[in-house]
C-alpha cells in the first residue's frame, strides 16, 4: 500500500475527534439532534483547523444509513464514500479554480434534481471568499432558497472577503486556532502511535512552528521524520526547519537598540550563511519581540509556553530594555510584516526593516531634544585632514631638551565662542538635553575660575534646569575635564542691550510645524538655517 501522510491519515472522520473546536461541535450535534438543520453554513478560521473536515463530518452525520446522527458510523457505504471522495451527492468544489459565474451556473442547474441515493444533495465550496463578483450573484438565490433537499457548506480563511448579502443567508461557524498545549499533545500521541520517539523539546518546536494548524504541524512532523528517522531531538527540528534561536534574536534586539546597523547587517549576513529562511527568520523574531514584551510586562508564564532555560534567557534579555522602547521597536516591525511576505526579495526587505528599526535611538534623542524646546546637536564629523607637513631643511635642527618634550605646552586663550563649542560638544556625548540647552546661550565663557553661562530672558526653560545643583554639577565636572581646570558654574539671564531697537528674532527651525513632522517620523536633525529661509521668513512678516 502507497505510503499516506499523516496530514491525511489522522484526518478526524467523526465530531468527537476534532482538536479543539467543541464548540462548533456541540452546536451542529444539537442542530441534527433537534432537527433544526440550517440550508447553508460558512466554516471560517486559519489554514489547516479543521474547516473542509467538519463539513464533511457534518455530511456523513446527515447522509448516513444510520442517521442523521450526532456521529456518522463510518461503516456505512454512505459514510465511506464520502470519506473517499466518491459520493455523487456530495459534491467538493474547489472555488480558487471554479470561480466564474459559469461555473456557478452548472450548480444551478443541478440542485433542481432529487439525490441520487443520499438524504440530502450537499455542496461543499472551499476557498468560497476565491469566487468572482458575478458568481456570488449567481449563487445568492441559491443560497437564499434552495430546494428542502439542498444544503451548502461553504469554508473561508478570508471572512472579509464574503458579501455581507451572503453572510446575513447563513449560518456562521468560526472555528478557532489550536492552543500550543492542545498541538503539543496531539503531536506527542501521533508520534507514539506511529513508533516515533521524539523528545519533548522537539515537540515543542514543531508544534510552535505550527501555529495553531493541525495540518501544517503534521506536514513538518512527517519532514523531520523523513530527515532523521524515527529518533527525533531539538537540533534535528533545527536543522530542517532552519530556526534561530533566543541567543541569536536577543543581539539582534541589542543591536537595533544602540542603533548599529553595521551590527545588524553582519548578524543578518550570518543568518544567510546558515541557510535560514528569511520571511521565517522575520516572523520568529517578532514572536521573540512578543515574548520579551509579554515578560517586560509582567504577563503570567502560561502564556509563553516556553521551557524554564528559556524563560531564565527571555528574562535576562529583558531587564536590559525599556519597556516603551520594546513597545515601539514591536510595532514598527510589525508594519513590515506584510511587506517582508510578500517581497521576492525577502532579505532585501528584513535588511530595511531592521535598519529602519535601528533609527529609533537617533529618534528618541531628537524627540527628547524638541521636548525641552531646544535643538538637537549636529551630528559629528569627521576632522578635516591635516595639511601636509613642511618638507625638512637639509641642516639638521637641534632637539628640544626631553623635560621640554613631556611637559604640554600652556593653555593658550580660546578664541571668542569657542569654549561654547568645546563644551556643548563634550557635553552631549553624555547628556543631549543639557548640550540642547548650552545651545540656546548667548555666552559660554571662563571667567577666571568661573565658568559663566549666560541665557536670554526668554529661555526661562533653560535657565533653571541648568541652575539646578545636579546640572550645574555635572557641568562642573564636564568643564574640568575640557578645559583642564576646576572652575566653578554660574548661569545667570544675560543683560539686555543697552540701547537700538530689538532685532527681530527668527522663530526656532526646530519650532517649524513641518520640521517636527519630518524629526518625528524621519529622524532628521536641524543642523543651520540657510540665508533664503531666512529672507524668506522675514519678507512674510
Given at each position: 500500500?502507497?505510503?499516506?501522510?499523516?496530514?491525511?491519515?489522522?484526518?478526524?472522520?467523526?465530531?468527537?475527534?476534532?482538536?479543539?473546536?467543541?464548540?462548533?461541535?456541540?452546536t451542529?450535534?444539537?442542530?441534527?439532534?433537534?432537527?433544526r438543520?440550517?440550508?447553508?453554513?460558512?466554516?471560517?478560521?486559519?489554514?489547516?483547523?479543521?474547516?473542509?473536515?467538519?463539513?464533511?463530518?457534518?455530511?456523513k452525520?446527515?447522509?448516513?444509513?444510520?442517521?442523521?446522527?450526532?456521529?456518522?458510523?463510518?461503516?456505512c457505504?454512505?459514510?465511506?464514500?464520502?470519506?473517499?471522495?466518491?459520493?455523487?451527492?456530495?459534491?467538493?468544489i474547489?472555488?480558487?479554480?471554479?470561480?466564474?459565474?459559469?461555473?456557478?451556473?452548472?450548480?444551478?442547474e443541478?440542485?433542481q434534481?432529487?439525490?441520487?441515493?443520499?438524504?440530502?444533495?450537499?455542496?461543499?465550496?472551499?476557498?468560497?471568499?476565491?469566487?468572482s463578483?458575478?458568481?456570488?450573484?449567481?449563487?445568492?438565490?441559491?443560497?437564499?432558497?434552495?430546494?428542502p433537499?439542498?444544503?451548502?457548506?461553504?469554508?473561508?480563511?478570508?471572512?472579509?472577503?464574503?458579501?455581507?448579502?451572503?453572510?446575513?443567508?447563513?449560518?456562521?461557524?468560526?472555528?478557532?486556532?489550536?492552543?500550543?498545549?492542545?498541538?503539543k499533545?496531539?503531536?506527542?500521541?501521533?508520534?507514539?502511535?506511529?513508533?516515533?520517539?521524539a523528545?519533548?523539546?522537539?515537540?515543542?518546536?514543531?508544534a510552535?512552528?505550527?501555529?495553531?494548524?493541525v495540518?501544517d504541524?503534521?506536514?513538518?512532523?512527517?519532514?523531520?521524520?523523513?530527515?532523521?528517522?524515527?529518533?527525533?531531538?531539538?537540533?534535528?527540528?533545527?536543522?530542517?526547519?532552519?530556526?534561530?534561536?533566543?541567543?541569536?534574536?536577543?543581539?539582534?534586539?541589542?543591536?537595533?537598540?544602540?542603533?548599529?546597523?553595521?551590527a545588524?547587517?553582519?548578524?543578518?549576513?550570518?543568518?544567510?550563511?546558515?541557510?535560514?529562511?528569511f520571511?521565517?527568520?522575520?516572523?520568529?523574531?517578532?514572536?521573540?519581540?512578543?515574548?520579551?514584551?509579554l515578560?517586560?510586562?509582567?504577563?503570567?508564564?502560561?502564556?509563553l509556553?516556553?521551557?524554564?532555560?528559556?524563560?531564565?534567557?527571555?528574562?535576562?534579555?529583558?531587564?536590559?530594555?525599556?519597556?516603551?522602547?520594546?513597545?515601539?521597536?514591536t510595532?514598527?516591525?510589525?508594519?513590515?510584516?506584510?511587506?517582508?511576505?510578500?517581497?521576492?526579495?525577502?532579505?532585501?526587505?528584513?535588511?530595511?526593516?531592521l535598519?529602519?528599526?535601528?533609527?529609533?535611538?537617533?529618534?528618541?534623542?531628537?524627540?527628547?531634544?524638541?521636548?525641552?524646546?531646544?535643538?538637537?546637536?549636529?551630528?559629528?564629523?569627521?576632522?578635516?585632514?591635516?595639511?601636509p607637513?613642511?618638507?625638512?631643511?637639509?641642516?639638521?635642527?637641534?632637539?628640544?631638551?626631553?623635560?621640554?618634550?613631556?611637559?604640554?605646552?600652556?593653555?593658550?586663550?580660546?578664541?571668542?565662542?569657542?569654549?561654547?563649542?568645546?563644551?556643548v560638544?563634550?557635553?552631549?556625548?553624555?547628556?543631549?538635553?543639557?548640550?540642547?540647552?548650552?545651545e540656546?546661550?548667548?555666552?559660554?565663557?571662563?571667567?577666571?575660575?568661573?565658568l559663566?553661562?549666560?541665557?536670554?530672558?526668554?529661555?526661562?526653560?533653560?535657565?533653571?534646569?541648568?541652575?539646578?545643583?545636579?546640572?550645574?554639577?555635572?557641568?562642573?565636572?564636564?568643564?574640568?575635564?575640557?578645559?583642564g581646570?576646576?572652575?566653578?558654574?554660574?548661569?545667570?539671564?544675560?543683560?539686555?542691550?543697552?540701547?537700538?531697537?530689538?532685532?527681530?528674532?527668527?522663530?526656532?527651525?526646530?519650532?517649524?510645524?513641518?520640521?517636527?513632522?519630518?524629526?518625528?517620523?524621519?529622524?532628521?536633525?536641524?543642523?543651520?538655517?540657510?540665508?533664503?529661509?531666512?529672507t524668506?521668513?522675514?519678507?512674510?512678516?
Amino acid at each position: 500500500m502507497a505510503y499516506q501522510a499523516l496530514a491525511r491519515k489522522w484526518r478526524p472522520q467523526n465530531f468527537r475527534d476534532m482538536l479543539g473546536q467543541q464548540t462548533t461541535v456541540r452546536t451542529l450535534q444539537n442542530a441534527i439532534e433537534q432537527k433544526r438543520i440550517h440550508h447553508a453554513y460558512l466554516f471560517s478560521g486559519v489554514r489547516g483547523i479543521g474547516k473542509t473536515t467538519a463539513a464533511r463530518i457534518l455530511a456523513k452525520a446527515l447522509n448516513c444509513e444510520k442517521g442523521p446522527a450526532s456521529e456518522p458510523c463510518n461503516e456505512c457505504t454512505i459514510c465511506r464514500e464520502i470519506t473517499e471522495g466518491i459520493d455523487l451527492d456530495v459534491r467538493e468544489i474547489d472555488a480558487a479554480t471554479y470561480s466564474k459565474a459559469e461555473d456557478v451556473r452548472e450548480i444551478r442547474e443541478v440542485l433542481q434534481f432529487q439525490p441520487a441515493r443520499d438524504r440530502y444533495r450537499i455542496f461543499i465550496i472551499d476557498e468560497v471568499h476565491s469566487l468572482s463578483g458575478q458568481a456570488w450573484n449567481a449563487l445568492l438565490k441559491q443560497i437564499e432558497e434552495p430546494p428542502p433537499h439542498v444544503i451548502f457548506m461553504m469554508a473561508t480563511t478570508e471572512m472579509q472577503k464574503v458579501p455581507a448579502t451572503i453572510l446575513s443567508r447563513v449560518q456562521q461557524l468560526a472555528l478557532r486556532k489550536i492552543t500550543q498545549e492542545e498541538l503539543k499533545g496531539r503531536l506527542a500521541e501521533i508520534a507514539r502511535d506511529e513508533g516515533i520517539d521524539a523528545d519533548e523539546a522537539a515537540i515543542e518546536l514543531i508544534a510552535r512552528r505550527g501555529e495553531g494548524s493541525v495540518r501544517d504541524a503534521l506536514s513538518l512532523l512527517d519532514q523531520i521524520i523523513a530527515f532523521a528517522g524515527r529518533t527525533l531531538t531539538a537540533p534535528d527540528v533545527t536543522a530542517i526547519l532552519g530556526l534561530s534561536g533566543n541567543p541569536f534574536f536577543a543581539r539582534v534586539t541589542e543591536a537595533i537598540e544602540r542603533g548599529d546597523p553595521a551590527a545588524v547587517l553582519d548578524l543578518l549576513d550570518e543568518a544567510s550563511s546558515e541557510g535560514r529562511d528569511f520571511k521565517l527568520l522575520y516572523r520568529d523574531f517578532l514572536g521573540y519581540l512578543r515574548n520579551l514584551l509579554l515578560i517586560a510586562g509582567g504577563a503570567p508564564e502560561r502564556m509563553l509556553s516556553m521551557t524554564p532555560p528559556e524563560l531564565d534567557s527571555l528574562r535576562e534579555t529583558a531587564a536590559r530594555f525599556d519597556y516603551t522602547e520594546l513597545l515601539r521597536m514591536t510595532s514598527l516591525l510589525l508594519r513590515d510584516d506584510e511587506v517582508v511576505g510578500r517581497s521576492e526579495q525577502q532579505r532585501l526587505a528584513v535588511e530595511i526593516a531592521l535598519l529602519k528599526a535601528a533609527t529609533l535611538p537617533r529618534l528618541r534623542s531628537v524627540e527628547e531634544a524638541l521636548a525641552s524646546g531646544s535643538t538637537p546637536p549636529p551630528p559629528s564629523r569627521p576632522a578635516p585632514p591635516r595639511p601636509p607637513a613642511a618638507r625638512a631643511s637639509s641642516s639638521p635642527a637641534p632637539a628640544a631638551p626631553a623635560a621640554a618634550q613631556a611637559s604640554p605646552p600652556p593653555r593658550a586663550a580660546a578664541p571668542a565662542g569657542d569654549e561654547k563649542a568645546r563644551l556643548v560638544a563634550a557635553v552631549a556625548q553624555k547628556r543631549r538635553m543639557v548640550a540642547g540647552c548650552l545651545e540656546k546661550a548667548e555666552t559660554i565663557r571662563l571667567d577666571g575660575s568661573t565658568l559663566l553661562i549666560e541665557l536670554s530672558s526668554e529661555s526661562t526653560h533653560e535657565t533653571e534646569y541648568l541652575a539646578d545643583p545636579a546640572q550645574a554639577e555635572f557641568l562642573a565636572a564636564a568643564a574640568a575635564e575640557t578645559f583642564g581646570e576646576n572652575v566653578a558654574v554660574q548661569v545667570r539671564v544675560a543683560e539686555p542691550a543697552a540701547a537700538g531697537p530689538p532685532a527681530k528674532k527668527p522663530p526656532a527651525a526646530q519650532d517649524d510645524p513641518l520640521v517636527r513632522a519630518f524629526q518625528k517620523h524621519l529622524g532628521g536633525e536641524v543642523v543651520s538655517r540657510g540665508p533664503a529661509a531666512r529672507t524668506r521668513r522675514d519678507d512674510e512678516h
